[in-house]
């Protein structure tokens, strides 16, 4: 079947470009990747290749165009599609692994929406958890957010008294809440963090939650993605490994979750990575750089403005640094961004 369907594009391709390289398909165990017939792709490469078939759900999309649509529309479309019993395999298919795609497939579309609108108070969280707002006076917490420069920021944030517990915040636009982290700010207490997606914080409120499981799924991954819903994905926007950090830099994205996974943003052409100053930050961003995407040097950047490499693990600790020595170095982030491969010796 992937034969006759790889046929059926290559058709496709050759009905809607001219070019030669336009027409080319690139060929992967996850997806067929080309340039895409519905815009035509970038007016100024024939190289690009923005639109994307994706094998494991049988779905289509450009993230030049935003055109999003199954297999079976994307062929009708280009009036190549399937017959008789192909066709309807090819539906059932399509219809069985709809559950399948990727984070970033989905990540314009009415989930988004559905999100900001199932978002909540910082009132209606603290009907059903012991949260308060964070001011000058709050003990412990205050002290906290001050020591780590974050005490202008206190709208993202809660504490509970009781159970010393530091909440962070995902917010919409207009700064209701679709998720968070809670901290532990004394040492003693089990996990680090724990993370409330927007399912679990439904059901500790007791509200009903009126989506399909399948939006579901979405929907919880959407609310653990910090800074989602107020990032602007068509501007070049940044994706840290936690919020904090992403909260120093604007249009930012902070990843969280237990196995810290990183989803599909690699394919928008606007993604920037700044993860941990360590091994396992570092190989992460030398993995994307291999890829082709955009990464910081963490080297090269540390060596120019002569700081010690091991005071500064993140962002964080960076502009925590540069609190205290005045280098200048913040103003000149931008310069150490790299999407060249040859640069993997300066990450
Ligand atoms: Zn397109």
Known sequence: MKARIIDKVVRVLHTNHSHPEKRRILESKERLNFACPYCGDSTDSVRKKRGN?????????????????????????????????????????????????????????HLFEMANNLSLTFDEIALGFNVYPINSLTYRAYPY?????????????????????????????????????????????????????????????KKPLKVSEEELDSLNKISMIFGILTTDLSRQFTVFEGPIDSFFMSNTIGLTGVKKQILDFDDIPTVRYFFDNDIEGKSKMIQKLKRGNTVFMWDKFLKDFRIPSKKVKDLNDLVKYEYKHRTGCLNELDKYFTNNHLDLIFI
Do not use: M
């Not at 935003?66 to 062929?75: C, G, I, K, N, P």
């Not at 680090?192 to 997606?197: E, F, I």
């Open 53 to 109: 078939l994706y094998w494991n759900n049988l779905q289509y999309h450009c993230y030049n165009c935003s055109a999003h649509e199954s297999l079976d529309v994307f062929l009708k479309d280009h009036n190549e599609n399937f017959e008789g019993e192909e066709r309807i395999n090819v539906i059932n298919f399509i219809k069985e692994n709809r559950k399948n795609f990727s984070l970033g497939e989905t990540l314009e579309f």
């Open 145 to 205: 957010l001050k020591s780590r420069l974050l005490h202008h920021k206190t709208e993202k944030f809660g504490y509970d008294p009781r159970r010393k517990e530091l909440y962070v915040f995902n917010l919409t636009p207009k700064g209701k809440i679709v998720g968070f982290q809670v901290r532990a700010l004394d040492d003693n207490s089990g996990p680090k963090y724990k993370t409330w997606n927007i399912e679990r914080i439904y059901d500790r409120l």
